[in-house]
Nanobody, 112 residues
Framework: QVQLVESGGGLVQSGGSLRLSCAAS????????MGWYRQPPGKQRELVATITRTGNIYYADSRQGRFTISRDNAKNTVYLQMNSLRPEDTAVYYC??????WGQGTQVTVSS
């Protein structure tokens, strides 16, 4: 089993930046791909970006250019750097790994 803990969310003004962290524990060597998802209030959960253990990266079309996903395999941690934030980026952000249960998420709120 794999456990995931998200952190780094908070309140930021429009145009600001945040860096989210996702720490994995448990059977981490079973993980092939990790990613960030988000769920805005009243909306469905959506994919933001994914990264494989070997470094292959995918960005959802609407987030490419503002968000950057990265990883530190030695620390079993994945990051999401978010720049030029907009109010529509307000959501609960979740980390995910294949075969892992969803964590609690971290709240990101972008003020107008």
């Amino acid at each position: 089993q794999v456990q995931l803990v998200e952190s780094g969310g908070g309140l930021v003004q429009s145009g600001g930046s945040l860096r989210l962290s996702c720490a994995a524990s448990g059977n981490i060597f079973s993980i092939n791909v990790m990613g960030w998802y988000r769920q805005p209030p009243g909306k469905q959960r959506e994919l933001v970006a994914t990264i494989t253990r070997t470094g292959n990266i995918y960005y959802a079309d609407s987030r490419q250019g503002r968000f950057t996903i990265s990883r530190d395999n030695a620390k079993n941690t994945v990051y999401l750097q978010m720049n030029s934030l907009r109010p529509e980026d307000t959501a609960v952000y979740y980390c995910h790994a294949d075969g892992a249960p969803w964590g609690q998420g971290t709240q990101v709120t972008v003020s107008s």
